[in-house]
C-alpha cells in the first residue's frame, strides 16, 4: 500500500488544493491530507479552523484522511508510513522553491519521494492570499473556494473589521 502525504496551510484550502488531492486520491492507496499547525506565516485563520475547512471539502471522499501535523514533514511522513509527499505546481516559478524543498528533504529522508502534480490550468492563478485579498476587499470567491470557506471567510473578515492584517496588493 502507497500512502501519500499532502502538506500545507490551506489558508485557506481553495478549488486548486482540492483538484491536486483529488488527482492524487486516484493515484495512491491513501491520500492524508496534512494541515500544518504552525507555520512562520502569519494566518487568517487558526489551525483548528483551518482543519475543519479542509475536513469539510473533503468529507467522504474514497481514500482520503485530514489529519493536522506539525514538525518536519518528512518526520511526519515516517511517522505515519508514507513514502511519498504531494506538492502541486501552479507556475513555472514555483518549480525552483520545490525543487529546493524535494531535495532538502531527500537529504532529511530519501526513503520519502517528493511527486509534484501540475495544476488545471483554470486554477493556475489560485493563491490563499489572492483568495484572501479578494474576500478582504468584499470581491466573490464563491468560483475559487467551496461553499463553506466562502462563509468562513466573510464571517472573518466582519469579525476584523478595519483590524483586517495587511495583505498583499490587488488594489493597484
Known sequence: MVRAVFPGTFDPIHHGHIDIASRAARVFDELVVAVYDRPLKSLLFSPQERLALVEQSFGGMR???????GGLIVKYCQDIGAQVIV?????????????????????????????????????????GSTVREIASLGGDVSSMVPPQVVGALKRRFQELGDDAPPLTSLRD
Open 87 to 127: 506538492r502541486g505546481l501552479r507556475v513555472f516559478s514555483d518549480f525552483e522553491h520545490e525543487f529546493r524543498m524535494a531535495l532538502a528533504n531527500h537529504r532529511l529522508a530519501p526513503d520519502v519521494e517528493v511527486v509534484l502534480f501540475i495544476t488545471q490550468e483554470e486554477h493556475s492563478f489560485l493563491t
Open 63 to 69: 481514500g482520503v484522511r485530514v489529519t493536522m501535523f
